[in-house]
């Protein structure tokens, strides 16, 4: 299942049914699980753990140095998920001693070209990040995010699960769970009521969320006071208590 052409370490462990594709170059203390695909020209090194039934396409780099000149060549990490598709020229770097010395990746994420996760990120699963879509060094991302082309996120942002990053948005601080957020900086738009639809968020559901967008954004409200009320709809409407905790554990602010 490795082309001729290919060099693979001998101190790489591949799974038996791993494809690597001619000019393919796997380093040493790489890791790849069954079924996984790497096309021809990717390049993977570093401590590289990657799951089951990946595809990483032609010219991706995975696992490489992060892009950080506080980083001294310290051993560090990548940890990849289960079916996760990676995209052409797709870039992916491992952790930094500054942070927990691992990025992170979960599973079933598209990552489309171009689109590049900077040191010590924390990525969930059901993700997709667009053409060119990149994250600074130590994001975090919900589950179930979607980042539209160009989009970009500020170095030690959060942002909430089912959030929709708008195409060519540059967020420099939180965004709250399924909130979308459009613009250069980017600020609040609405509730991302139509990715919710597709996940099977109920019309209820969705309602309940557009009343606590309208509390936390559209009413005026201190963000003491927005927190109180919507701490006291989560225990009618658990829905809720995700936006709650993720207000709670904002570090760069919420987008306003």
């Known amino acids: 299942m490795i082309d001729a052409r290919a060099v693979v370490s001998p101190q790489a462990e591949l799974a038996s049914d791993v494809e690597v594709g001619a000019f393919a170059v796997i380093g040493p203390g790489v890791r790849i699980g069954a079924r996984t695909r790497v096309a021809s020209h990717a390049v993977i090194t570093g401590n590289t753990s990657i799951g089951a039934d990946n595809q990483i396409f032609q010219f991706a780099s995975i696992g490489d140095a992060p892009q950080d000149l506080k980083y001294k060549g310290e051993p560090t990490r990548l940890e990849i998920g289960d079916r996760n598709v990676f995209r052409e020229c797709c870039t992916v770097n491992r952790g930094t001693t500054h942070d927990a010395g691992v990025t992170r990746i979960g599973d079933d ?59 060519n948005a540059a ?29 099977g968020f109920s019309e209820e559901q969705i309602r309940v ?48």
């Open 109 to 167: 994420n598209l990552l489309m070209s171009y689109s590049h996760v900077a040191h010590d990120c924390q990525v969930g699963s059901h993700i997709v990040m667009a053409n060119l879509a990149t994250l600074g060094g130590h994001v975090q991302l919900g589950d179930w995010v979607i980042m539209g082309g160009y989009a970009g996120i500020h170095q030690f942002c959060k942002i909430g699960a089912h959030a929709f990053i708008a195409n």
């Open 209 to 256: 969320l557009r009343d606590a967008y309208r509390t936390l954004y559209r009413r005026d409200l201190p963000l003491a006071e927005a927190l109180a009320e919507l701490t006291a709809v989560a225990k009618q409407h658990s829905v809720v208590q995700s936006l709650v905790d993720f207000i709670g554990a904002a570090t760069r602010s919420l987008v306003r």
């Open 171 to 199: 967020v420099t601080r939180d965004v709250p769970p399924y909130v979308m957020a459009v613009g250069q900086p980017a600020k609040p738009h609405s509730i991302n009521s139509e990715g919710l639809k597709r996940r």
